[in-house]
């Protein structure tokens, strides 16, 4: 039976979200080239926005034949996240996890459109927002003639909260000057509820403790085997914040401290195959 479960500690209360891989793409969805923007594949346990175009961006009296043609960018200056975007939403199912590892798309501009482009991601519902902090270059060609521009950065979103994705374009020379994205995906895997007795089989029982944490925390768990173990600590926003431990593990009992730069909530996430488990800590 899949379930969302506890453990219980002498002194804490530890929530575990138990996860495994559920796909076994590499994205977790995709867009190729539909002029009105709809997405070519969604994971099954995840729902999806079609792409839309955001901040003022518009639809150019003239289009290219495929992928998703806009206008209205801005002319130069330092970017910022109020400037012209084409976004798509990404919420997980109910019980289930976004486990991002990066974006990818293809983009090109006409003669007098954005000459800069850039990616961002927010998982608060679109008050804050994470820019990739580098201005990307559409190729400047033809319609169909686009440069693949690839975002690696690990994002964790839990359900019931949203992962937004914008494409940015700024630095057009005119409000006319055309953006085309096609092939656009957010790539990385779906992952939702497995039995405990699966996870026993994986991890045995792991804890986080103290939960709430004052200063620093430690994880403990103990494999049934010999394997590659990945433990890393996310914040709120789905940001990774630190790896705590990487590489082959020796059979047995194993614990590792951490420490969480500020007062607030985080994700700790260990994983090992297909297995994965995430693990709410709250730091005061």
């Known amino acids: ?13 530890t929530v575990i979200f138990a996860t495994k891989t559920q796909n076994a793409s590499a994205q977790i969805i995709t867009y190729v080239d539909d002029t009105l923007g709809a997405l070519s594949m969604t994971d099954p346990n995840a729902t999806a ?5 955001v901040n003022g961006a518009i639809i150019p ?16 200056g330092a970017f910022a996240d109020s400037f012209k975007a084409v976004e798509v939403d990404v919420t997980p199912n109910s019980g289930h996890t976004l486990s991002v590892t990066g974006f990818t798309a293809d983009l090109r501009r006409s003669n007098t459109g954005p000459v800069s482009a850039r ?7 679109g008050t804050t927002w994470t820019n990739q902090g580098s201005d990307q270059t559409p190729m400047h060609a ?9 975002w690696t950065t690990p994002v964790v979103v839990a359900a019931p909260s949203t992962l937004k994705f914008r494409v ?9 000057g055309t953006f085309q994205i096609k092939n656009l995906s957010v790539n990385g895997a779906v992952t939702g509820p497995v039995s405990v007795s699966e996870l026993e089989q994986t991890f045995g029982q792991v804890l986080v403790t103290p939960n709430p944490v004052s ?5 403990t768990y103990s494999l049934n085997d010999s394997r590659e173990v990945e433990i890393s600590l996310f914040n709120i ?8 431990a990487t590489g082959v593990q020796a059979r047995g009992g194993h614990s590792f401290n951490f420490s969480m730069p500020s007062s607030g909530v985080y994700f700790v996430r260990i994983r090992s195959g297909n297995q994965t488990q995430t693990l709410r800590v709250e730091k005061i």
């Open 49 to 53: 926005t079609p792409l839309n175009r």
């Open 237 to 244: 926003l789905g940001q990774k914040v630190q790896d705590i």
């Open 215 to 219: 200063e620093n925390g430690t994880i």
């Open 142 to 150: 033809g319609c169909d003639t686009l440069t693949t521009i690839t």
């Open 119 to 125: 990616y961002a991601y927010s998982t608060d519902g």
């Open 61 to 76: 009296a003239s289009i290219c034949h495929n992928g998703f043609s806009s206008k209205g960018f801005n002319s130069p």
């Open 168 to 176: 940015y374009g700024y630095a057009a020379s005119a409000a006319t």
């Open 1 to 13: 039976m899949n379930k969302t479960f506890t453990f219980f500690s002498a002194a804490v209360l």
